[in-house]
């Protein structure tokens, strides 16, 4: 699943090429991909003209002349900019024909990912993104550590709610517990507020470095041809080997998470 450095890399990525360009047409090839009315969807987009894609957590939103729509990337959802000729494959499920001859068409192999409509002025205060807890850079240690000091879910956990602290994937959350030596099943409450203050700059610190990579590309992942290069800077996701201490890298499942870490570097407090 695409997370917050990769649909990052992605919102500045289709800046470049579709800013500006007038939407002449709307082809939905699969019905389920829009959320709501579908018909409607298409009404009140067609003759929009694109001016700006924002972010928030990990979802895009796409801003016109007076409408906008969200999309939320989950799993294998991508998004190209091809010329009109190129043939349509089996998993692209929406075009957006530009006037220009150019097409943004959504491509989803399992399905998962969904378009809906959003008022321009107040899509953050509204769902689905109303629900989603501050990012890194915006986060107050004191309101996080209120949120977890009386938990007993592994931190692990609680870095994944997004309700939480939002943008975090399981990738970066392996990458942020190893930063800060931190066992990822230690329980919210046993983090310190010393400790959430350094897990707030560890998350940002490794989230910005991600960004600046164009993020993680695992799987399908790429932004327009575009692929993340920070996989070769993982230090213990998928890896055999700690750079650390030369142990070796366990992985286990927390709470149903594909989890790495080092028992040598991560000791466990209960």
Known sequence: MPELPEVETVRRTLKNFIIGKEIKEICVHYDKIIAGDTNNFVASLTGQTIRDIDRVGKYLIFILDSQAFISHLRMEGKYHVVDDSRPLNKHEHLTFVFSDGTELRYQDTRKFGRLELVNKDTYRQDLPLCKLGPEPWDADPKEIYAKIHK??????????????????????????CFKMKLHPATPGKRVSKKRVVELIAVSKEILAQAIAQGGTTIHSFDANGITGLFQVQLQVHLQKVCPVCNG???????????????????KKKR
Do not use: F, H, W
Request: with cysteine; proline share 2%; charged share 20%.
């Open 151 to 176: 938990s007993s879910l592994p931190i692990k956990t609680l870095l994944l709610d997004q309700r939480i602290m939002t943008g975090i994937g399981n990738i970066y959350a392996n990458e942020i």
């Open 248 to 266: 070796a890298i366990t992985k286990e499942m927390v709470r149903g998470r594909g989890t790495y870490y080092c028992k040598s570097c991560q």
